[in-house]
Nanobody, 119 residues
Framework: VQLQASGGGWVQPGGSLRLSCAAS????????MGWYRQAPGKQRELVAT???????NYADSVKGRFTISRDNAKNTVYLQVNSLKPEDTANYYC??????????????WGQGTLVTVSS
């Protein structure tokens, strides 16, 4: 199983980006998908999660600015990040809670995509 994240980059405060994470490999079904972030010197924290049915959960710090979505047919999760602030600077990691092709429940992490917000 591989999770390939993309879409990070440098952006000025107030800017936007769209992060994507595609899961591939021996996956039978993906339950929840999510985005987490880790800033330098800080612990990894939840950004947003989405269930297979589309129910979402956001960290208070990103509510109203970030939107998580997914395409079940493509095993892909997206994160639209708007009104970015310098404190949003971090490596953004995607995560899946899924059932492997062998029927094993697994929790996988992507390699991260760096978002830098500065003027």
């Amino acid at each position: 199983v591989q999770l390939q994240a993309s879409g990070g980059g440098w952006v000025q405060p107030g800017g936007s980006l769209r992060l994507s994470c595609a899961a591939s490999g021996n996956i039978m079904i993906i339950f929840a998908m999510g985005w987490y972030r880790q800033a330098p010197g800080k612990q990894r924290e939840l950004v947003a999660t989405i269930t297979r049915g589309g129910s979402t959960n956001y960290a208070d710090s990103v509510k109203g600015r970030f939107t998580i979505s997914r395409d079940n047919a493509k095993n892909t999760v997206y994160l639209q990040v708007n009104s970015l602030k310098p404190e949003d600077t971090a490596n953004y990691y995607c995560n899946t809670d899924h059932l492997s092709a062998l029927g094993v429940r697994q929790d996988y992490w992507g390699q991260g995509t760096l978002v830098t917000v500065s003027s």
